[in-house]
């Protein structure tokens, strides 16, 4: 996570809690003001949005994985990808505070639920003869608690490569698995990337580095990039 739109809305949300009153964090579900958040939460429209963009990722990635002979395997982020932050949103415009204030008392909670699909998605891409490659901006000091809470969940993964410098982007990250620089977790290299996965468009390639006015990348969405939805944060 590095998008601020919560923190840049918290004067916003400090008026709004004030004039409101601070509603109580179990009580947001059904009235939440954050109605982005709410529909992160509650809503039966995100659950099936994000388990359709999974389900495509999967035929895609079964496809895949019959063309290529090469080791191959596939990228994700963590934040809204694969973990479900919202209750730290939550906690956030409950509270008047803004990103990162409790971001690493939240992660080491290990407390964040799966996205709707992602643990279906990460298991069949490990059927399938798979590996799986998560680039999260999560910090060094912040990826032995986001290994446990992989393990927590009995999600599969072959590498959590964290951020390895507060400064650094992913893009660096990217060239590196894509020039099979990279050594996996549990041993061996990646000759092929058949997906990618985010929630944000820095979370793909190029796009991370040019924006969305990529257009040759854009096209890629639904072939093999796939976005899973995210309106609580993200660089727009
Ligand atoms: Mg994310």
Redo the contacts with the bound molecule.
């Keep these: 996570?590095q998008f601020r739109p919560l923190r840049q809305r918290n004067g916003f949300v400090l008026v709004l809690a004030l004039t409101l009153g601070l509603r109580s964090l179990s009580g947001c579900a059904g009235s939440c003001s954050h109605s982005e958040i709410r529909w992160v939460r509650s809503s039966t429209e995100y659950q099936v949005t994000a388990r359709e963009v999974y389900r495509m990722a999967t035929v895609h990635v079964r496809e895949a994985a019959g063309r290529t002979g090469a080791p191959w395997g596939v990228v994700l982020?963590?934040?809204?990808?694969i973990l479900d932050n919202s209750a730290y949103q939550l906690q956030l415009a409950g509270s008047g505070q803004s990103y990162p204030q409790g971001w690493d008392a939240w992660i080491m909670k290990e407390a964040a639920p799966v996205v709707p699909g992602a643990k279906e998605f990460l298991t069949a891409v490990r059927n399938a003869g798979g590996k799986i490659i998560v680039v999260t901006n999560r910090l060094e000091t912040q990826c032995r608690a986001t290994h446990a809470h992989f393990n927590k969940l009995e999600l599969p993964f072959d590498l959590i490569w964290c951020k390895p410098d507060k400064d650094d982007g992913k893009a660096a990250r990217f060239r590196l698995v894509q020039a099979q620089g990279v050594t996996l977790e549990t041993g061996g290299h990646v000759s092929s990337i058949v997906a990618w996965v985010?929630?944000?468009i820095a979370?793909f390639p190029s796009l991370g580095e040019t924006g969305p006015t990529d257009t040759t990348s854009l096209a890629r969405f639904g072939v093999d990039y796939f976005m899973i939805p995210?309106p609580m944060y993200g660089p727009w």
């Excluded at 982020?77 to 990808?81: K, L, N, S």
């Design positions: 996570m982020d963590a934040d809204e990808t985010g929630d944000s979370d995210n």
